[in-house]
């Protein structure tokens, strides 16, 4: 039996620690120190739903393509298009996104309307001054404030480390970690609560107009903060004031109704409060999602245009990663207001039966090598541990052989 350190892309913490063990034949056994998310990515390459060949829907027909058919079929819909929609770039390897990126230039130099759906997510979460690595969160945190996100199904490993991490302990055992969630409905985290602001009656810019109040040293009883009473903002002042390592963890956007630099200020205004200081983590809900930024800013620059659209309804979408964007516990969700939808997916789906075609492609991380960007700025490389069928490609080679 030979077993195999692989790097998992199944979600944007990118662990590094998981292993594949493999039967003398060169199939799969099992994963090892691999979460509920991670094990299925990484089976599912072995589905016996896989795709290994294109699949073209016409006349309520499905049809088979290799991959010249592919490649024509993109070209075509491509060069008919006025306005196209990418979406799920996020979901992608670097050295993909790159590729798409330069094709998509390409498409704007004929004078093409294009929108990247997320690119403002992940460029604008760069910018905020104090990001934290997941190092940091383990080690140092003693105050965690989780920000309308639930971080149990979307990354559990990374909560799972997050929550039983070294740190400072009573007498009794127990971690001296404080849990602060602010949200608007009960979640698995809701029983780990140190205090709960419930904010569903408060949209996230009046929360932090309340909260700032708190900061700046107000009476009590002007502050309306979520549902806290007098004593339980006693209470959370207290915890604030005496934070050595806080972490604020939030999924991306945080919300529609405050903008990268409210937030920013905010956490300024925080750290000028406690004795430490806050750190801000993005749990981005696609795998790759802050490497889109920096693929596209080399292809574009900084201040192109491309960063300011807004996807409005296009001729044509363009969607990669299916197997991510139905995930169950995605928060997002994916629906397409253009008529023609060309879906990059290994499987078929509800998404799929709308498609006027869809690719499978290989799976960075297991059939492919890349690159990709963690939740906190740090790059991994993907290695390739098995090979794709014969007609599966990447997501690179296919854009590299469009001709428009």
Same mark, same amino acid.
Request: one cysteine or more; proline letters at 4%; aromatic letters at 12%.
């Given at each position: 039996m030979k077993s195999?350190?692989?790097?998992?892309?199944?979600?944007?913490?990118?662990?590094?620690?998981?292993?594949?063990?493999?039967?003398?034949?060169?199939?799969?056994?099992?994963?090892?120190?691999?979460?509920?998310?991670?094990?299925?990515?990484?089976?599912?390459?072995?589905?016996?739903?896989?795709?290994?060949?294109?699949?073209?829907k016409q006349m309520g027909l499905e049809m088979f393509l290799g991959n010249e058919e592919t490649i024509s079929f993109l070209e075509k819909e491509i060069s008919e298009a006025n306005s196209i929609n990418f979406y799920g770039m996020g979901t992608i390897s670097y050295q993909d996104q790159l590729q798409v990126s330069l094709k998509i230039k390409e498409i704007i130099d004929k004078k093409k309307t294009v929108s990247i759906d997320g690119l403002n997510n992940s460029s604008e979460f760069l910018l905020? %001054?104090?990001?934290?690595? +997941?190092?940091?969160?383990?080690n140092n945190v003693d105050v965690f404030i989780f920000w309308n996100t639930n971080p149990t199904h979307s990354h559990p490993k990374l909560f799972g480390k997050l929550l039983f991490s070294r740190g400072m302990f009573r007498l009794s055992g127990k971690e001296m970690k404080k849990f602060i969630l602010i949200q608007k409905e009960d979640s698995d985290l809701t029983r780990l609560k140190d205090i709960l602001l419930d904010i569903s009656d408060q949209n996230s810019s009046q929360f932090i107009k309340e909260f700032e109040k708190l900061l700046d040293g107000k009476p009590l009883e002007e502050i309306s903060l979520g549902n806290l009473s007098i004593e339980n903002l006693r209470t959370l002042k207290t915890f604030l004031?005496?934070?050595?390592?806080?972490?604020?963890?939030?999924a991306t956007p945080l919300s529609d109704h405050v903008s990268i630099s409210e937030l920013s200020d905010f +956490?300024?205004?925080?750290?000028?409060?406690?004795?430490?200081?806050?750190?801000?983590?993005?749990?981005? &809900?696609?795998?790759?999602?802050?490497?889109?930024?920096?693929?596209?800013?080399?292809?574009?620059?900084?201040?192109?245009?491309?960063?300011?659209?807004?996807?409005? %309804?296009?001729?044509?979408?363009?969607?990669?990663?299916?197997?991510?964007?139905?995930?169950?516990?995605?928060?997002?969700?994916?629906?397409? %207001?253009?008529?023609?939808?060309?879906?990059?997916?290994?499987?078929? &789906?509800?998404?799929?039966?709308?498609?006027?075609?869809?690719?499978?492609?290989?799976? %960075?991380?297991?059939?492919?090598?890349?690159?990709?960007?963690?939740?906190?700025?740090?790059?991994?490389?993907?290695?390739?541990?098995?090979?794709?069928?014969?007609?599966?490609?990447?997501?690179?080679?296919?854009?590299?052989?469009?001709?428009?």
């Open positions: 195999k350190r692989i790097q998992c892309f199944g979600c944007s913490v990118l662990c590094d620690d998981i292993y594949v063990e493999f039967e003398e034949d060169g199939s799969l056994k099992t994963t090892i120190n691999s979460c509920f998310r991670g094990n299925s990515f990484i089976k599912n390459y072995l589905s016996e739903n896989r795709l290994s060949q294109s699949v073209q905020l %001054p104090s990001l934290s690595t +997941i190092g940091q969160g383990i004031q005496a934070t050595e390592y806080g972490l604020i963890v939030g +956490i300024q205004k925080l750290n000028s409060f406690v004795k430490g200081r806050f750190a801000y983590m993005p749990l981005t &809900s696609l795998t790759n999602e802050i490497g889109m930024y920096s693929a596209v800013t080399k292809i574009f620059g900084m201040d192109d245009k491309i960063f300011q659209s807004k996807p409005k %309804p296009a001729d044509l979408a363009i969607v990669f990663g299916g197997e991510y964007l139905r995930d169950e516990f995605n928060p997002k969700e994916f629906e397409y %207001p253009e008529k023609k939808v060309i879906l990059f997916d290994n499987f078929k &789906s509800n998404y799929s039966k709308n498609a006027i075609i869809t690719i499978p492609y290989a799976i %960075p991380g297991i059939e492919c090598d890349g690159c990709a960007t963690r939740l906190d700025g740090i790059n991994v490389d993907l290695l390739k541990w098995n090979s794709p069928e014969e007609d599966v490609k990447t997501i690179k080679e296919i854009f590299e052989r469009i001709s428009l």
